[in-house]
């Protein structure tokens, strides 16, 4: 099969249309068809279904599509290796994927500490959710990922090697209003009252998990689309949240934390694919390892000189 229509195909599903598929590619719309056409032949099945606004994948389409961006990723990757040679020898670019928590702070200094160790090395750092990063890794999207054992956990998958971290202990974060801002550790029964916002349903569980230990109930009132918005929503004043302890040094100055007492806690975990894994695997490893091993425990943020709100 032709990969040029392998490409056509894909940039038609993005853009859900012909026409702006063939202006994006430089060809014309009727080139496009034929590609696609070409395409369905081949496969025996349609692969897009014409609609009054453009394109979209048919379930046997979504399934080629899949596929056609792994494939498609991993020619351009060998591409750009292959013209990176130096002297004979291929440097392999390094993708790495993170959770948000991670994405800022641990896992670029730990690169920083790599590339200052081993000198230049290509790379990219891709965030996302422990699950999307674990589907990730086995795709060959990404070489290696930094996840978390939250709710609901990570999957016991022989295609990836799993690599212990360290644990993380949650905080409270806080408006710097707060009558508990600069305070704690404190028990969970004291919050418990409080409007919580949450980002996603690991998160939620183990504040659930915490206050049902504790014999209380949060009281989840609002949802963030992801951790910026969750931290924006406290700095405002509409809501206290829970967060990785890991986040607290790279949290905006107009929050503050608060500990908990025995807090609810997740482990840290670096997954490689099993099947050729990237040279810098190992090193990167090393480095988060001293990163987690010398972090000292979460430390409440203390509050910045701000006009109290009313609590």
Same mark, same amino acid.
């Given at each position: 099969?032709?990969?040029?229509?392998?490409?056509?195909?894909?940039?038609?599903?993005?853009?859900?249309?012909?026409?702006?598929?063939?202006?994006?590619?430089?060809?014309?719309?009727?080139?496009?068809?034929?590609?696609? $056409?070409?395409?369905?032949?081949?496969?025996?099945?349609?692969?897009?279904?014409?609609? &009054?606004?453009?394109? %979209?994948?048919?379930?046997?389409?979504? &399934?080629?599509?899949?596929?056609?961006?792994?494939?498609?990723?991993?020619?351009?990757?060998?591409?750009?290796?292959?013209?990176?040679?130096?002297?004979?020898?291929?440097?392999?670019?390094?993708?790495?994927g993170a959770t948000p928590s991670l994405a800022a702070g641990i896992v670029?200094?730990?690169?920083?500490?790599?590339?200052?160790?081993?000198?230049?090395?290509?790379?990219?750092?891709?965030?996302?959710?422990?699950?999307?990063?674990?589907?990730?890794?086995?795709?060959?999207?990404?070489?290696?990922?930094?996840?978390?054992? $939250?709710?609901?956990?990570?999957?016991?998958?022989?295609?990836?090697?799993?690599?212990?971290?360290?644990?993380?202990?949650?905080?409270?974060?806080?408006?710097?209003?707060h009558p508990w801002a600069g305070r704690g550790p404190v028990h969970i029964?004291?919050? $418990?009252?409080?409007?919580?916002?949450?980002?996603?349903?690991?998160?939620?569980?183990?504040?659930?998990?915490?206050?049902?230990?504790?014999?209380?109930?949060?009281?989840?009132?609002?949802?963030?689309?992801?951790?910026?918005?969750?931290?924006?929503?406290? $700095?405002?004043?509409?809501?206290?949240?829970?967060?990785?302890?890991?986040?607290?040094?790279?949290?905006?100055?107009? &929050?503050?934390?608060?500990?908990?007492?025995?807090?609810?806690? %997740?482990?840290?975990?670096?997954?490689?694919?099993? %099947?050729?894994?990237?040279?810098?695997?190992?090193?990167?490893?090393?480095?988060?390892?001293?990163?987690?091993?010398?972090?000292?425990?979460?430390?409440?943020?203390?509050?910045?000189?701000?006009?109290? %709100?009313?609590?």
């Open positions: 099969m032709e990969l040029t229509a392998w490409r056509t195909f894909v940039m038609a599903c993005q853009l859900g249309s012909l026409s702006a598929a063939a202006a994006e590619l430089g060809y014309t719309q009727s080139a496009v068809s034929r590609q696609i $056409a070409g395409l369905e032949r081949r496969l025996g099945v349609p692969l897009v279904q014409r609609h &009054v606004r453009g394109v %979209r994948p048919t379930p046997a389409g979504g &399934v080629f599509l899949h596929h056609a961006l792994v494939v498609l990723k991993e020619i351009d990757r060998a591409v750009s290796a292959v013209r990176d040679a130096v002297d004979g020898a291929l440097s392999r670019p390094l993708t790495v670029p200094a730990a690169i920083r500490r790599l590339l200052d160790s081993a000198g230049p090395l290509r790379w990219s750092l891709l965030p996302g959710l422990s699950a999307q990063l674990h589907d990730r890794v086995i795709a060959g999207d990404l070489d290696l990922a930094v996840v978390t054992d $939250a709710p609901p956990g990570l999957p016991n998958d022989p295609r990836v090697e799993r690599r212990f971290l360290g644990m993380d202990e949650m905080v409270v974060v806080l408006p710097v209003g029964q004291a919050l $418990a009252n409080q409007t919580w916002v949450e980002d996603n349903d690991g998160s939620a569980a183990l504040l659930r998990q915490h206050a049902a230990r504790a014999g209380v109930t949060t009281h989840i009132d609002l949802t963030a689309a992801d951790l910026p918005g969750k931290v924006a929503l406290v $700095a405002t004043g509409h809501a206290i949240a829970l967060i990785p302890g890991v986040l607290t040094c790279a949290l905006r100055t107009d &929050v503050t934390t608060v500990t908990l007492v025995d807090p609810p806690t %997740r482990g840290i975990y670096m997954i490689t694919p099993r %099947r050729d894994p990237h040279p810098s695997a190992t090193p990167l490893f090393d480095q988060f390892v001293s990163a987690f091993g010398h972090a000292d425990p979460p430390q409440p943020r203390r509050p910045a000189e701000v006009e109290a %709100r009313p609590w």
